[in-house]
C-alpha cells in the first residue's frame, strides 16, 4: 500500500471519529458549567441565608415572628430572594441564567429559630435542552433541576 492510499486510510478514520470526539469535549465541557454553575448556586443560597439570618428578627424579643412573613419582618423575605438571585436589593438581571425570584422558597419555624432557603433551578446545557433521537428513538431531555436548601439559627 502506497503513501498516497495511508493517507487516505488516515482521512477516513479521521472523519469517522471526528464526532465521537467532538461530542466528547462538548459533553465534558458541559459537565464542568453544571459543576461549576451548582457550586456558584449553593454558594449563593448560603450568603442569602446568612443575611437572612440577621435580618429575620427585627425586634428584641430574639423570637422569629409568628408568621414568618415579609410584613413581620420587615420585607426581610423579598429582599432575601432579591440578593440570591440578583446579587443586589432591586436588581434586575439574574446571576445564574433563567433563575428567578418565584424558584425561591423561604420559610421559617418560629419553634427552633430556624430559617430556610430552598432554590429549584432548572439547568439547562448552552446546546439546548434536548437532543434527536435520530430516528432511534424519543428525544432525550438534557435539562435537569438543581435543589439546593440551606438552613440557619435566625438572630446569630
Same mark, same amino acid.
Given at each position: 500500500? !502506497?503513501?498516497?492510499?495511508?493517507? @487516505?486510510?488516515?482521512?477516513?478514520?479521521?472523519?469517522?471519529?471526528?464526532?465521537?470526539?467532538?461530542? %466528547?469535549?462538548f459533553a465534558t465541557a458541559e459537565l464542568g458549567r453544571a459543576l461549576y454553575q451548582y457550586s456558584h448556586l449553593t454558594r449563593m443560597v448560603r450568603d442569602a @441565608?446568612?443575611? %437572612?439570618?440577621?435580618?429575620?428578627?427585627? +425586634?428584641?424579643?430574639?423570637?422569629?415572628?409568628? /408568621?414568618?412573613?415579609?410584613?413581620?419582618?420587615?420585607?426581610?423575605?423579598?429582599?432575601?430572594?432579591?440578593?440570591?438571585?440578583? !446579587?443586589?436589593? =432591586? !436588581?434586575?438581571? /439574574?446571576? %445564574?441564567? @433563567?433563575?428567578?425570584?418565584?424558584?425561591?422558597?423561604?420559610?421559617?419555624?418560629?419553634?427552633? +429559630?430556624?430559617?430556610?432557603?430552598?432554590?429549584?433551578? +432548572?439547568?439547562? /446545557?448552552? %446546546?439546548?435542552?434536548?437532543?434527536?433521537?435520530? =430516528?432511534?428513538?424519543? +428525544?432525550?431531555?438534557?435539562?435537569?433541576?438543581?435543589?439546593?436548601?440551606?438552613?440557619?439559627?435566625? !438572630?446569630?
Amino acid at each position: 500500500m !502506497g503513501h498516497r492510499q495511508q493517507a @487516505g486510510v488516515a482521512v477516513i478514520e479521521f472523519t469517522i471519529l471526528l464526532p465521537f470526539l467532538l461530542l %466528547l469535549v462538548f459533553a465534558t465541557a458541559e459537565l464542568g458549567r453544571a459543576l461549576y454553575q451548582y457550586s456558584h448556586l449553593t454558594r449563593m443560597v448560603r450568603d442569602a @441565608g446568612r443575611y %437572612l439570618s440577621t435580618t429575620a428578627i427585627v +425586634d428584641t424579643t430574639e423570637i422569629l415572628p409568628n /408568621p414568618f412573613n415579609d410584613a413581620n419582618c420587615g420585607n426581610c423575605i423579598s429582599n432575601t430572594k432579591d440578593l440570591l438571585v440578583y !446579587g443586589k436589593l =432591586g !436588581g434586575s438581571i /439574574p446571576l %445564574l441564567y @433563567g433563575l428567578d425570584t418565584s424558584d425561591v422558597t423561604i420559610t421559617g419555624d418560629s419553634v427552633t +429559630d430556624r430559617v430556610i432557603i430552598t432554590v429549584d433551578y +432548572d439547568w439547562m /446545557p448552552l %446546546l439546548g435542552e434536548q437532543i434527536s433521537g435520530f =430516528g432511534l428513538g424519543n +428525544d432525550s431531555n438534557l435539562s435537569f433541576n438543581f435543589h439546593v436548601s440551606y438552613a440557619m439559627r435566625a !438572630g446569630l
